[in-house]
């Protein structure tokens, strides 16, 4: 049976209930796990990146662990941070070299990211013109216990613009 530690006897001050615990001291360079926790994201995740050649010359030890430095888990954040902008693979590759070119020119990032926001407003403009023809779609179908559905018959009609929903009824009625 092992005796408690004194709280005197510790070397480090206990956390306070409510605030998080200081970070601890690290030693440089850090197996992947460790590594990963830092960047905030999963030791496949560094692995798949470290394949794409996003992350390169990482050290091994003799056991052939990989090792990586604090410059690694800096290009891990940036990495996930671009990644959490929805930039594509190729567009973290370039956006690294440019981050690591120290001659580059801002409007050569600047190309990239307005590029990238061109990109995201006609996806937006996509799923806007996808929401509203759901909208009528659910908008037409009564959602009572007839079998009849003015979704399933738009999605069965194998079209891929939406047709004019308009109930059977109200054309019955012109």
Known sequence: MT??????????????????????AISWPVPIGVAARRAGISA???????????ISGVARTDSGYRQYTEADVHALHFIRRSRDLG?????IA???????DRSRASSQVKRIAQQHIDELSERIAQMQAMQRSLQTLVSCCKGNDRPDCPILDDLAAGNSEPRSVVPR???SNK
């Open 94 to 100: 370039e956006l690294l070299g440019l981050w690591h």
């Open 87 to 91: 930039f594509s693979m190729e567009e």
């Open 3 to 24: 005796t408690p530690t004194p709280q005197h006897a510790r070397t480090t001050p206990a956390p306070t209930p409510g605030k998080p615990a200081a970070p601890r």
């Open 44 to 54: 496949r995740m560094v692995r798949h990146y470290e394949s794409l050649g996003l």
């Open 169 to 171: 009824k109200m054309l």
